[in-house]
C-alpha cells in the first residue's frame, strides 16, 4: 500500500517518495517533478535545502499543507496553479485566475525576438517593443530583460492579467520600462515599435474541449480562443503591427501546431515580408513566424 503523504512521520525524501507514486498511479505526467515541487513548497525549502535535510520529519502543518496540494494535484489542477507561480525564461511570473501558465514552448518566441533584434541596430532612440495579449507578462518582461536598453508596453483585455503583469514587473526590476494598457489587441496603441511579439489565442473553439484537462479546466478561456478556425486573433492583429511596426522592425507570433504557413500568409497580406524561417520549438512544431516592415 502506498503511505498517505498527511502522514507526518513522513521525513521530507520519504514524504516526497510517497507523493510521487500516488501522482503515478493516478496517470499524471511527471510525477516525479511535480512531487519535489509540491514537497518543496509544502516545507518552503528549496532544492538544495531539501536534499540536505531530507531526513527531517514533516511538521503537522507541513504534512497538512502537502496533503492538500495533493488532492489539488490528484484533481488535475497544474502545479503552477496550485504554487501559483511559474519560471518562464528563467525568470519567476506569479500567476492569477486570469494568466494562462506561460509555456516553454513559447520562450521560441523569444529566442527568435532575440536574434532578429541582435540583426539590426536601432539608433538614436530606445528600442521599442509591445507584446499583444501579454497574460502574465511573461514574453514582454524576458525581452526587456534580455535588452536594458528597451521600453515595453502589453496589452490585454484583462483587468486582471495586467495587474499580475505589472506586478511581475516591479519584482523582476523593470517597472521603470514596462507598461501595461488594457485595449482590444493593439487598438489603444501609438508606433513606431522595432519589435511587436504576441502569444494571441489560437485554439479552434470546438477543439477546446478536447483539450488536456489541466488546460481546459484551468487555463483562462479568453487565453485559448482562436474562435471558429483559430485564426481571429491573427486576422486583427497582424494588420494593427503592419501599422504600428518602425521600417526595419519585426512581428514574431506564437502558432498552433500547423498554423505556421497560413500565418505566414496574413502577414504577406498584410504587406509585411516574410523574410526567414518560422523557428521550430523543442517538439518540432513550427512555433514562432516572424515578418519585416520593409522601408519604403
Ligand atoms: N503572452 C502570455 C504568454 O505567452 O504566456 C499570454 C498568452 S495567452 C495565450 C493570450 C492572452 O491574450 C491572454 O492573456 C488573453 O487575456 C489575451 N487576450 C484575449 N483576447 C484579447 C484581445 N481581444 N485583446 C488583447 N488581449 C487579448
Ligand atoms: N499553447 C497553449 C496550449 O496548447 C495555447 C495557448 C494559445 O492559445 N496561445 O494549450
Given at each position: 500500500m502506498v503511505p498517505l503523504a498527511t502522514d507526518s512521520r513522513h521525513s521530507i525524501e520519504s514524504a516526497r517518495r510517497a507523493l510521487a507514486a500516488r501522482l503515478q498511479a493516478a496517470g499524471?505526467?511527471?510525477?516525479?517533478?511535480?512531487?519535489?515541487?509540491?514537497?518543496?513548497?509544502?516545507?518552503?525549502?528549496?532544492?538544495?535545502?531539501?536534499?540536505?535535510?531530507?531526513?527531517?520529519?514533516?511538521?503537522?502543518?507541513?504534512?497538512?499543507?502537502?496533503?492538500?496540494?495533493?488532492?489539488?494535484?490528484?484533481?488535475?489542477?497544474?502545479?503552477?496553479?496550485?504554487?501559483?507561480?511559474?519560471?518562464f525564461w528563467g525568470l519567476p511570473f506569479r500567476l492569477s485566475e486570469?494568466?494562462?501558465?506561460?509555456?516553454?514552448?513559447?520562450?521560441?518566441?523569444?529566442?527568435l525576438a532575440l536574434e532578429i533584434f541582435r540583426e539590426f541596430r536601432v539608433s538614436g532612440r530606445r528600442p521599442r517593443i509591445a507584446d499583444i495579449g501579454t497574460g502574465s507578462?511573461?514574453?514582454?518582461?524576458?525581452?526587456?530583460?534580455?535588452?536594458?536598453?528597451?521600453?515595453?508596453?502589453?496589452?490585454?483585455?484583462?483587468?486582471?492579467a495586467l495587474n499580475t503583469a505589472r506586478?511581475?514587473?516591479?519584482?523582476?526590476?523593470l517597472s521603470g520600462r514596462a507598461a501595461f494598457?488594457?485595449?482590444?489587441?493593439?487598438?489603444?496603441?501609438?508606433?513606431?515599435?522595432?519589435l511587436i511579439?504576441?502569444?494571441?489565442?489560437?485554439?479552434?473553439s470546438a477543439e477546446i474541449p478536447k483539450l488536456n484537462i489541466e488546460v481546459r479546466e484551468h487555463d483562462p478561456h479568453l487565453a485559448l480562443d482562436g474562435g471558429n478556425d483559430?485564426?481571429?486573433?491573427?486576422?486583427?492583429?497582424?494588420?494593427?503591427?503592419?501599422?504600428?511596426?518602425?521600417?526595419?522592425?519585426?512581428?514574431?507570433?506564437?502558432?498552433?501546431?500547423?498554423q505556421a504557413r497560413n500565418i505566414e500568409t496574413l502577414m504577406g497580406a498584410a504587406a509585411l515580408s516574410v523574410d526567414r524561417p518560422a523557428k521550430a520549438d523543442l517538439g518540432g512544431i513550427l512555433r514562432a513566424v516572424s515578418a519585416r516592415k520593409m522601408p519604403p
Open positions: 499524471i505526467e511527471e510525477p516525479g517533478l511535480d512531487a519535489r515541487l509540491l514537497v518543496g513548497a509544502a516545507v518552503e525549502l528549496d532544492l538544495t535545502a531539501m536534499v540536505t535535510q531530507a531526513a527531517r520529519r514533516l511538521t503537522p502543518d507541513e504534512a497538512a499543507r502537502l496533503e492538500g496540494y495533493a488532492q489539488r494535484r490528484l484533481a488535475h489542477e497544474p502545479v503552477a496553479r496550485i504554487l501559483g507561480a511559474r519560471e486570469a494568466t494562462l501558465v506561460p509555456r516553454p514552448d513559447t520562450e521560441t518566441v523569444v529566442e507578462g511573461a514574453i514582454l518582461l524576458a525581452l526587456l530583460h534580455e535588452i536594458p536598453e528597451a521600453f515595453g508596453v502589453g496589452t490585454d483585455v484583462s483587468l486582471t506586478d511581475n514587473a516591479a519584482t523582476l526590476g494598457v488594457a485595449c482590444s489587441y493593439a487598438a489603444a496603441l501609438q508606433g513606431p515599435f522595432d511579439v504576441s502569444n494571441p489565442p489560437y485554439i479552434p483559430g485564426y481571429d486573433a491573427y486576422r486583427i492583429l497582424i494588420p494593427q503591427a503592419a501599422e504600428l511596426l518602425a521600417a526595419g522592425g519585426a512581428l514574431i507570433v506564437e502558432a498552433g501546431q500547423g
